[in-house]
């Protein structure tokens, strides 16, 4: 084997070995990507090698894939079939490498948008059918707790984080997330019809190809909700590049159904993303703490006013539902 090896994480060459010996091909190159993601080069095709927390994680999204694929949705990228590949207790699988575009898909225009939300559409769409075999593997998700969590630890991590940010706004982003998960209904019976939702609803799980096409990837969090959940993600994700101007964002007819939902706007009220951001911030490393605070203070601090406006506009509005 013809091997320019670099040996990043903990790709070994016995690893190559049973890969080239399954793929029946010769490995030329390996590039590690990032943590636990490689190119593999062979002489016929470039593969995407991609490990997975345990072997029950990665079955599931190959069955889900299979679903998808059988019912005409095409915008996944389908595992090679030799994957999975259980190698002294890790568990790999294989792609094709898909040639990425050059810019980025980001959800910076409206129309970049629109695309992700015509596609999640279409992936609930078959996805609000899948057998409920198939739909067991996946757990199930729960928004309100996972947020009651989120909240939890940004509360506990405030005596380390008002070193980093003003506590009087750390303050208003707390009382924000209280009020939501007070007023929020529990068990509403309206959200819809359970569904695989993606679970990882952000613009780096939507990739786009040098050849155009926009592919839906990383179903690591892949649960059982109803769709709704995987939208209220998505808004969570763009309001901030649309400066909370929630007119934009309800300009997308594919959002209408959602936003019939009594807890809509509370759903998309609490500052998940705040919290998420904060938490990076104290969880990473010192190399990668600088760009995580620059961004969690861009969220959290420069955008204050503008999100202040928001919450409060939402809430009128959420009042006046009530009567
Ligand atoms: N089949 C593929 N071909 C080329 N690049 C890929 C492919 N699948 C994923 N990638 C790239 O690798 C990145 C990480 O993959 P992903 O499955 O999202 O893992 P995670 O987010 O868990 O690190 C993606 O954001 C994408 O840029
Ligand atoms: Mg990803």
């Known amino acids: 084997m013809k091997n320019k090896f670099y040996q990043g994480d903990d790709l070994t060459p016995r690893l190559l070995f049973l890969l080239s010996a399954r793929l029946e091909e010769t490995i030329q190159t390996v590039f590690p990507l990032k943590e636990g993601k490689w190119l593999v080069i062979t002489k016929k095709h470039k593969w995407f090698l991609k490990r997975y927390s345990s072997l029950s994680q990665l079955e599931k999204q190959i069955q889900l894939h299979r679903f998808l694929s059988n019912n005409g949705f095409t915008k996944v990228i389908p595992f090679h079939p030799i994957s999975p590949i259980k190698f002294e207790k890790q568990v790999f699988a294989v792609m094709p490498f898909i040639e990425p575009s050059k810019k980025p898909f980001r959800f910076q225009t409206k129309a970049e948008r629109e695309e992700a939300l015509q596609l999640l559409a279409l992936f609930h769409q078959k996805t609000e059918n899948v057998s409920e075999e198939m739909a067991s593997g996946f757990h199930m998700f729960d928004q309100i707790s996972v947020w ?58 939507f990739f786009r190809s040098a050849a155009g096409s926009l592919y839906l990837i990383d179903f690591d969090l892949a649960a059982r909700a109803p769709a709704l959940f995987d939208y209220v993600q998505w808004v969570n994700r763009v309001l901030p590049i649309v400066g909370w101007d929630v007119e934009k964002i309800m300009e997308h007819r594919v959002l209408s159904l959602y936003a019939r939902k009594k807890n809509w706007l509370i759903y998309t009220m609490f500052p998940a993303d705040v919290f998420r951001e904060c938490r990076r911030v104290m969880s990473t490393s010192s190399k990668e703490k600088r760009i995580a605070y620059q961004h969690a203070y861009e969220l959290t601090v420069k955008s204050f006013t503008k999100r202040k406006e928001f919450f409060k506009k939402w809430k009128r509005e959420w009042e006046k539902q009530q009567g």
Request: with cysteine; glycine share 6%; aromatic share 8%.
């Open 148 to 205: 009651r969590k989120r909240l939890t630890a940004f509360q506990s991590l405030l005596p380390e984080l008002v070193r980093y940010f003003p506590p009087a706004i750390l303050e208003h982003y707390t009382d924000m997330g209280k009020w939501c998960l007070e007023h929020v209904v529990e068990q509403p019976g309206d959200e819809g019809k359970m569904a695989v939702i993606h679970g990882d609803v952000a613009a780096h799980n």
